[in-house]
C-alpha cells in the first residue's frame, strides 16, 4: 500500500528565509505527487504536481518541487518565504493505477513564518 | 470557473444524531471523492465515485457511514448515528476521468460531535 510520511510536524523560519519541507513516500511504481497548501477553515489548494518528465516542478506563489526516485522523496522549497506562506502543507501520492485525483496524503508540516 | 461547493460549512450535533452533507463538484468531473480530515491528521479516502457508480468505499465505516450520487453529479454523505471520534473535516473534492489531472477541492464541512 502506498504512504507518504511528512518527517517534520512543525517549521518556523524567519520572513526573507529559505524554505524547504520534507515528503518521503511508498509506492510500488513511478508516482503521481503532489503538494498541498491549506489555510486555516480553508480547503486544499494545490501548489504543484508532478506526473511525469522533467524531475524539478515549479509550481504557484513561487513554489518548486525535486522528485527524486532514488531517495523516494519530493521535497518542497522556495527560495524566500512570505509572512503569507503560514499554513499547513501536504504532500500527496496519487495512485497512477487509476485516478490521480485518489490521494494518499502524509499528515501534514505546519509552517510558522516569523517577522 | 465555479468550484467545488460543500455545505454547510459547520456542523455541530450531539452523539448518536444523524447528519448530512452535501456536495456539488465541478461542471464536468466525472469523478468525486470525499476525505476526513481529522485534526492534526492528513485527508483520508472515504469514499469514490465514477459518475453515479462506486470505485472505492474500502474506507467507509459503512455501520454508520452512507453515501450517494445520484444522477452523477451532487453527491451526499450521511453519518447516522455519529461518534464523537467523528469530528473532523469532511471534504469533498472532484476530477476529470482522466488519469493526468489533480482532483480540485472544496472548502470542507466541520463537523464537531458532543
Known amino acids: 500500500a502506498q504512504s507518504v510520511t511528512q518527517p517534520d510536524i512543525h517549521i518556523t523560519v524567519s520572513e526573507g528565509a529559505s524554505l524547504e519541507l520534507r515528503c518521503n513516500y511508498s509506492y510500488g511504481a513511478t508516482p503521481y505527487l503532489f503538494w498541498y497548501v491549506q489555510s486555516p477553515g480553508q480547503g486544499l489548494q494545490l501548489l504543484l504536481k508532478y506526473f511525469s518528465g522533467d524531475t524539478l516542478v515549479q509550481g504557484i506563489k513561487g513554489f518548486e518541487a525535486e522528485f527524486k526516485r532514488s531517495q523516494s522523496s519530493f521535497n518542497l522549497r522556495k527560495p524566500s518565504v512570505h509572512w503569507s506562506d503560514a499554513a499547513e502543507y501536504f504532500c500527496?501520492?496519487?495512485?497512477?493505477?487509476?485516478?490521480?485525483?485518489?490521494?494518499?496524503f502524509g499528515d501534514g508540516t505546519t509552517l510558522t513564518v516569523k517577522p | 470557473e465555479a468550484g467545488v461547493a460543500q455545505s454547510p460549512r459547520y456542523k455541530i450535533i450531539e452523539k448518536r444524531q444523524s447528519v448530512a452533507f452535501w456536495c456539488n463538484p465541478i461542471s464536468g468531473h466525472a469523478t468525486l471523492y470525499w476525505y476526513q480530515q481529522i485534526l492534526g491528521q492528513g485527508p483520508k479516502l472515504l469514499i469514490q465515485f465514477q459518475n453515479n457508480g462506486v470505485v472505492d468505499d474500502s474506507q467507509l465505516p459503512k455501520d454508520r457511514f452512507s453515501a450517494e450520487r445520484l444522477k452523477g453529479v451532487d453527491s451526499t454523505l450521511k453519518i447516522q448515528p455519529a461518534k464523537l471520534e467523528d469530528s473532523a473535516v469532511y471534504l469533498c473534492?472532484?476530477?476529470?476521468?482522466?488519469?493526468?489531472?489533480?482532483?480540485?477541492f472544496g472548502q470542507g464541512t466541520r463537523l464537531t460531535v458532543v
Open positions: 473534492a472532484s476530477s476529470f476521468t482522466d488519469m493526468n489531472t489533480e482532483a480540485f
Open positions: 500527496a501520492v496519487g495512485d497512477r493505477g487509476t485516478n490521480a485525483g485518489k490521494s494518499t
